[in-house]
């Protein structure tokens, strides 16, 4: 049986632009079209992201358990722990659960289609120095005017178009 390759698409933007807004109302448009979502969160305020050490999976990982998997009522929790751990790695991981799509919020520079979210002024130069960007998600109306000349298309963060148009995009690579 062959797997059928999941769409991966990222969301991307500088700090508390939006991208966790954005890759909810994604995730929620993508769920209501029947797509299995994967999601990667790159965590990238600095230290390990939080878990809870005094339960016991988090008690393995301290004694040296390089792995800890805990399973309950059909919740499955996976903690893993090494040094890093590369984008490629973390999709390779997902690809286990066969999603249809895999949503990255973050890893800007990586070279995946993206949705990128602009802030204000200063968020510009993301225009400039991100590959691979599809659409444009900008929340201040002011900043449409930098890029009407671009090809790429562009929305507002409260206009629910652009969250029709990012869905049937991914969609359409996904069939």
């Not at 990667?40 to 040296?64: L, N, Q």
């Not at 690809?95 to 895999?102: C, G, L, R, T």
């Not at 289609?113 to 444009?136: N, Q």
């Not at 900008?138 to 990012?166: C, K, N, V």
Request: charge should be negative; glycine fraction near 6%; aromatic fraction near 8%.
């Amino acid at each position: 049986m062959a797997l059928v390759k999941p769409v991966i698409f990222q969301i991307a933007g500088y700090q508390d632009s939006g991208k966790t807004t954005l890759s909810l109302k994604l995730i929620e448009h993508l769920s209501a079209s029947r797509l299995k979502i994967a999601t990667i969160k790159h965590h990238g305020h600095g230290g390990k992201p939080e878990v809870d050490e005094t339960k016991d999976s988090g008690r393995h990982i301290a004694a040296g358990a390089a792995v800890s998997l805990v399973e309950g009522e059909g919740r499955v929790l996976i903690q893993a722990e090494q040094k890093q751990w590369t984008l490629l790695e973390e999709i390779e991981m997902l690809s286990f659960f066969k999603p249809d799509v895999i949503l990255i919020e973050g890893y800007k520079n990586e070279k995946y289609p993206k949705a990128v979210i602009l802030r204000d002024k200063g968020d510009l130069e993301l225009l400039e120095k991100l590959p691979c960007i599809k659409v444009i998600f900008y929340r201040d109306a002011s900043l449409a005017r930098h890029f009407m000349d671009q090809d790429i298309p562009s929305f507002d963060t409260s206009d629910e178009s652009g969250f029709t148009w990012l869905t049937n995009c991914i969609r359409a690579d996904f069939t």
